[in-house]
């Protein structure tokens, strides 16, 4: 078992939905728990974390979290063409020490 | 404000060969992780790197290997290139040590250094 699995995709959703993606994760330990946001050839750019169970809200995005479930999810809503990315799911082990990316779900927004 | 620079941005090597990347942090960090990135494996994590002290490491054979500089450049070094090691190499910069340049928004990735081993 990974030790954080996401869906790869291609994800599509119609431009002005609500897109969410998910995450789970097999370390009960974890603490802190990430997305980043890559386009294609570029570098990754941190957009969210959280580590309290319950939503957390940033502009359009919403990051969910369970812990007693083990997963974690972004939503993100009014999406637009340019939120077409890989969207990776990290999450800290439970000594804190690193974080261990998922490979990611490639996100498309369709006009 | 200058972001993360890496160099060399692309290197072909040879099997049995070795490879220094470098990275330089934004200016006042003082943290610097590597990665590694290949389509099979996704983005794992190398080792970081704070005070010119390696902090954490990642599960990578010894042949990868790092140190920081007092100016907080960091290099990594490959030894015995294998084909396995093509990668993207990429370094994040952040203001504080281990998770917590992430989670006060401070970590920044450069672009990359692309590793091709024939």
């Known amino acids: 078992q990974k030790e954080v699995e996401q869906n790869s995709g291609p994800l599509s959703v119609p431009e002005g939905a609500i897109a969410s993606l998910n995450c789970t994760y097999s370390d009960r330990g974890s603490q802190s728990f990430f997305w980043y946001r890559q386009y294609s050839g570029k570098s990754p750019e941190l957009i969210m974390f959280i580590y309290s169970n319950g939503d957390k809200e940033d502009g359009r995005f919403t990051a969910q979290l369970n812990k007693a479930s083990q997963y974690v999810s972004l939503l993100i809503r009014d999406s637009q063409p340019s939120d077409s990315a890989t969207y990776l799911c990290?999450?800290?082990?439970?000594?804190?020490?690193?974080?261990?990316f998922g490979s990611g779900t490639r996100l498309s927004i369709r006009p | 404000k200058a972001g993360v620079t890496q160099t060399p941005r692309y290197l072909i090597k040879t099997r049995g060969q070795q490879v220094t990347l470098s990275c330089s942090p934004i200016s006042g960090h003082r943290s610097v992780s590597w990665y590694q990135q290949t389509p099979g494996q996704g983005l794992q994590f190398l080792f970081e790197?704070?005070?010119?002290?390696?902090?954490n490491k990642g599960n990578f054979p010894g042949r990868f290997s790092g140190r920081q500089f007092s100016n907080s450049r960091s290099e990594m070094n490959v030894s015995t290139l294998e084909l396995g090691d093509s990668a993207l190499y990429l370094c994040?910069?952040?203001?504080?040590?281990?998770?917590?340049?992430?989670?006060?928004?401070?970590?920044?990735f450069g672009p990359g250094t692309r590793l091709l081993v024939l």
């Open positions: 990290a999450v800290s082990n439970s000594s804190a020490s690193k974080i261990i």
């Open positions: 994040a910069s952040s203001l504080t040590p281990g998770l917590a340049g992430a989670t006060q928004g401070t970590q920044y």
């Open positions: 790197y704070f005070s010119e002290t390696q902090r």
